[in-house]
C-alpha cells in the first residue's frame, strides 16, 4: 500500500502542472485501480471495483484515454497530451515512458486477443504512433509520429514509417 502511495507522490512531481492535467488524472485512476486488487475483505474490493471502472469510463468519455484495469505501469509515466490514447489491458509499460496523443498500444489480431506490446524504460512515443501485437519496445527508443510498430525494436532504436523501419540511434562516438 506505501508503495502505491509513493508512486502517486513522484506521479504528481513529474507532471507539470498535474493539477489541470488529463493524463495525470488518467494515470491516478488506473493506479488506483491497481491498488483495490490489493484488497482482502471482499464487499470493499467490490465496491471500490466498483467505483474504479465507473472512474475508468469517465476518463475515457472525458478525456479520450482509456488505460487497461490489468495494465502495468511503470513508475514516471507520462501522457503528454490527452485524447484518442488505447491502452490494451495486458500491455506492460517500464520507467519513463512518454506517450502523447493518438497512441494506440493494442493487440493485432482478433484470434489473439491478449497478445499485447511490452515496452521497455525510457521509450518516448509519438503522437499518432501505433505498436500493435506480442512485440517487445526495448529500452531507449524513439517511436516516431505515426509510426505502426508490428515488430520488435531492440533498445537504442528508432521506429519511424509505416509499417516502422527500425534505425539504430547513433552513438555518441560515432557522431
Do not use: W
Not at 502505491?4 to 507539470?16: A, G, T, V, W
Not at 471502472?53 to 472525458?62: D, G, Q, S
Not at 512518454?98 to 491478449?114: A, E, F, S, W
Amino acid at each position: 500500500m506505501s508503495d502505491c502511495f509513493d508512486l502517486l507522490k513522484e506521479d504528481f512531481k513529474i507532471y507539470r502542472r498535474p493539477f489541470i492535467s488529463q493524463g495525470y488524472y488518467s494515470l491516478l485512476v488506473h493506479r488506483f485501480g491497481r491498488m483495490t486488487r490489493t484488497i482482502g475483505f471482499k464487499p470493499v474490493y467490490f465496491l471500490l471495483r466498483i467505483v474504479h471502472i465507473i472512474f475508468t469510463k469517465l476518463c475515457e468519455i472525458a478525456f479520450g484515454i482509456y488505460i487497461g484495469a490489468h495494465v502495468r505501469i511503470g513508475r514516471r509515466f507520462i501522457i503528454e497530451h490527452f485524447g484518442c490514447i488505447i491502452i490494451h489491458s495486458e500491455a506492460v509499460i517500464g520507467d519513463d515512458v512518454i506517450v502523447r496523443q493518438g497512441v494506440t498500444i493494442g493487440n493485432k489480431v482478433i484470434d489473439h486477443p491478449l497478445d499485447a506490446p511490452v515496452i521497455g524504460n525510457r521509450v518516448n512515443i509519438g503522437a499518432g504512433a501505433k505498436i500493435l501485437g506480442k512485440v517487445v519496445i526495448g529500452d531507449d527508443v524513439d517511436i516516431g509520429a505515426n509510426a505502426v510498430v508490428i515488430t520488435n525494436v531492440p533498445s537504442n532504436s528508432i521506429a519511424v514509417g509505416v509499417p516502422a523501419r527500425i534505425i539504430p540511434k547513433k552513438s555518441e562516438i560515432e557522431v
